[in-house]
Protein backbone atom coordinates (compact mmCIF):
# COMPACT_ATOMS: atom_id res chain seq x y z
CA UNK A 1 0.00 0.00 0.00
CA UNK A 2 1.22 3.69 -0.92
CA UNK A 3 0.27 5.51 2.07
CA UNK A 4 0.99 2.82 4.70
CA UNK A 5 4.50 4.53 5.54
CA UNK A 6 3.08 7.88 5.61
CA UNK A 7 0.58 7.30 7.93
CA UNK A 8 2.54 4.84 10.13
CA UNK A 9 5.12 8.03 10.48
CA UNK A 10 1.82 10.28 10.99
CA UNK A 11 1.07 8.11 13.94
CA UNK A 12 4.51 7.74 15.25
CA UNK A 13 4.78 11.64 14.93
CA UNK A 14 1.77 11.92 16.94
CA UNK A 15 2.89 9.64 19.62
CA UNK A 16 6.42 10.91 19.84
CA UNK A 17 5.51 14.49 19.85
CA UNK A 18 2.86 13.85 22.85
CA UNK A 19 4.96 12.59 24.98
CA UNK A 20 7.76 15.35 24.57
CA UNK A 21 5.04 17.97 25.09
CA UNK A 22 3.51 16.05 28.59
CA UNK A 23 7.19 15.31 29.24
CA UNK A 24 7.72 19.70 28.84
CA UNK A 25 4.72 20.36 30.94
CA UNK A 26 5.33 17.91 33.78
CA UNK A 27 8.99 19.02 33.87
CA UNK A 28 8.46 22.66 33.80
CA UNK A 29 5.74 22.25 36.52
CA UNK A 30 8.48 20.46 38.53
CA UNK A 31 10.75 23.45 37.73
CA UNK A 32 8.02 25.78 39.17
CA UNK A 33 7.54 24.34 42.21
CA UNK A 34 10.95 24.69 43.29
CA UNK A 35 11.31 27.14 46.01
CA UNK A 36 14.32 29.83 45.70
CA UNK A 37 16.15 30.46 48.93
CA UNK A 38 16.68 33.77 47.34
CA UNK A 39 14.76 36.10 45.83
CA UNK A 40 17.89 36.71 43.01
CA UNK A 41 18.20 32.65 43.01
CA UNK A 42 17.79 30.05 40.13
CA UNK A 43 15.55 27.92 41.36
CA UNK A 44 14.39 25.25 39.20
CA UNK A 45 17.38 25.52 36.40
CA UNK A 46 18.48 22.07 36.77
CA UNK A 47 15.48 20.88 36.63
CA UNK A 48 14.13 22.94 33.43
CA UNK A 49 17.64 22.25 31.97
CA UNK A 50 16.78 18.76 32.57
CA UNK A 51 13.28 18.46 31.59
CA UNK A 52 14.42 19.96 28.14
CA UNK A 53 17.40 17.59 27.76
CA UNK A 54 14.91 14.70 28.51
CA UNK A 55 12.28 15.98 25.49
CA UNK A 56 15.63 16.28 22.86
CA UNK A 57 16.61 12.22 23.93
CA UNK A 58 13.12 11.02 24.10
CA UNK A 59 11.87 12.36 20.28
CA UNK A 60 14.65 10.38 18.35
CA UNK A 61 13.95 7.62 20.25
CA UNK A 62 10.13 7.57 20.23
CA UNK A 63 10.34 7.89 16.50
CA UNK A 64 13.19 5.41 16.15
CA UNK A 65 11.50 2.61 18.28
CA UNK A 66 8.27 3.38 16.81
CA UNK A 67 8.76 3.34 13.37
CA UNK A 68 11.06 -0.08 13.97
CA UNK A 69 8.24 -1.63 15.66
CA UNK A 70 5.43 -0.69 12.82
CA UNK A 71 7.71 -2.83 10.63
CA UNK A 72 9.33 0.29 9.02
CA UNK A 73 13.70 0.15 8.13
CA UNK A 74 15.62 3.16 6.63
CA UNK A 75 14.11 5.99 9.05
CA UNK A 76 17.32 7.78 9.63
CA UNK A 77 16.37 11.18 7.60
CA UNK A 78 13.25 11.43 10.06
CA UNK A 79 14.73 10.40 13.17
CA UNK A 80 17.56 13.05 12.42
CA UNK A 81 15.42 15.99 10.74
CA UNK A 82 12.51 15.33 13.17
CA UNK A 83 14.71 15.48 15.77
CA UNK A 84 16.47 18.71 14.69
CA UNK A 85 13.55 19.87 14.00
CA UNK A 86 11.80 19.35 17.70
CA UNK A 87 14.76 21.29 19.21
CA UNK A 88 13.77 23.99 17.61
CA UNK A 89 10.15 23.95 17.98
CA UNK A 90 10.77 23.24 21.78
CA UNK A 91 12.92 25.99 22.05
CA UNK A 92 11.03 28.59 20.27
CA UNK A 93 7.57 27.56 22.24
CA UNK A 94 9.64 27.13 25.30
CA UNK A 95 7.75 30.12 27.00
CA UNK A 96 4.08 28.93 25.84
CA UNK A 97 4.69 25.62 27.68
CA UNK A 98 6.35 26.87 30.24
CA UNK A 99 3.03 28.10 31.87
CA UNK A 100 0.34 26.51 33.90
CA UNK A 101 -1.54 24.69 31.80
CA UNK A 102 0.65 25.74 28.86
CA UNK A 103 0.48 24.34 25.47
CA UNK A 104 2.68 24.81 22.18
CA UNK A 105 0.19 26.72 19.23
CA UNK A 106 -1.56 23.67 17.72
CA UNK A 107 -0.95 24.91 14.23
CA UNK A 108 2.64 24.27 15.14
CA UNK A 109 2.05 20.88 16.61
CA UNK A 110 -0.34 19.82 13.19
CA UNK A 111 2.50 21.48 11.23
CA UNK A 112 5.57 19.42 13.01
CA UNK A 113 3.60 15.96 12.73
CA UNK A 114 2.87 16.60 8.81
CA UNK A 115 6.78 17.37 8.25
CA UNK A 116 7.17 14.31 10.30
CA UNK A 117 4.96 12.22 8.17
CA UNK A 118 6.52 13.71 5.07
CA UNK A 119 9.87 12.73 6.58
CA UNK A 120 8.78 9.13 7.60
CA UNK A 121 7.08 8.41 3.95
CA UNK A 122 11.33 9.06 2.42
CA UNK A 123 12.16 5.62 1.48
CA UNK A 124 15.72 5.50 0.20
CA UNK A 125 15.46 2.22 -0.60
CA UNK A 126 12.66 2.21 -2.85
CA UNK A 127 14.51 4.89 -4.91
CA UNK A 128 16.36 3.97 -8.21
CA UNK A 129 19.97 5.11 -8.46
CA UNK A 130 21.42 6.58 -11.90
CA UNK A 131 21.58 3.70 -13.73
CA UNK A 132 17.88 2.28 -13.56
CA UNK A 133 18.86 -0.44 -10.86
CA UNK A 134 16.72 -0.37 -7.70
CA UNK A 135 20.29 -1.31 -5.46
CA UNK A 136 21.34 -4.13 -7.53
CA UNK A 137 24.21 -4.95 -9.94
CA UNK A 138 25.01 -2.24 -12.47
CA UNK A 139 25.70 -4.93 -15.05
CA UNK A 140 22.71 -7.65 -13.94
CA UNK A 141 20.13 -6.06 -12.21
CA UNK A 142 20.10 -8.41 -9.58
CA UNK A 143 19.97 -7.77 -6.12
CA UNK A 144 23.77 -7.59 -4.22
CA UNK A 145 24.25 -10.63 -1.62
CA UNK A 146 26.90 -10.65 0.91
CA UNK A 147 29.46 -13.50 1.09
CA UNK A 148 29.57 -15.07 4.48
CA UNK A 149 30.96 -17.66 5.87
CA UNK A 150 31.92 -20.82 3.66
CA UNK A 151 28.77 -19.96 1.37
CA UNK A 152 29.33 -20.03 -2.07
CA UNK A 153 28.10 -17.21 -4.23
CA UNK A 154 26.40 -18.07 -7.70
CA UNK A 155 27.99 -16.79 -10.42
CA UNK A 156 26.64 -13.82 -11.87
CA UNK A 157 25.10 -12.57 -8.42
CA UNK A 158 27.05 -9.19 -6.62
CA UNK A 159 28.43 -8.92 -3.27
CA UNK A 160 28.25 -6.06 -1.22
CA UNK A 161 32.13 -5.95 -0.68
CA UNK A 162 31.44 -7.04 3.20
CA UNK A 163 34.61 -9.43 2.88
CA UNK A 164 38.04 -8.59 1.91
CA UNK A 165 38.62 -8.76 -2.17
CA UNK A 166 41.12 -11.95 -0.93
CA UNK A 167 38.21 -13.60 0.83
CA UNK A 168 35.53 -12.95 -2.11
CA UNK A 169 38.20 -14.29 -4.76
CA UNK A 170 38.99 -17.52 -2.67
CA UNK A 171 35.35 -18.08 -2.30
CA UNK A 172 34.21 -17.61 -5.83
CA UNK A 173 37.53 -19.61 -7.08
CA UNK A 174 38.51 -16.83 -9.15
CA UNK A 175 39.85 -13.17 -9.06
CA UNK A 176 37.77 -10.33 -10.41
CA UNK A 177 35.27 -7.59 -10.06
CA UNK A 178 32.60 -7.96 -8.33
CA UNK A 179 30.18 -8.91 -10.42
CA UNK A 180 31.00 -12.51 -11.22
Not at 90 to 100: E, G, K
Not at 104 to 109: A, C, D, R, T, Y
Not at 110 to 123: E, I, K, P, R, T
Request: hydrophobic residues 40%; positive net charge.
Amino acid sequence: MVYARPLKAAAVTIIATAACHLTMNAGFAWARGQEPDHPDDWAGVLEFGATVLATWILMPLVLGIGMRVLGERRTRLQILLGTLLWTGVSLTYVDDVDRPGGLMPVPVLVSFVLVGALLGAHDPGSARNGNGTAGGCPRTGRSRRPVTGSVRRRRGTCSTRSQPRWAMSALRGRSGGICG
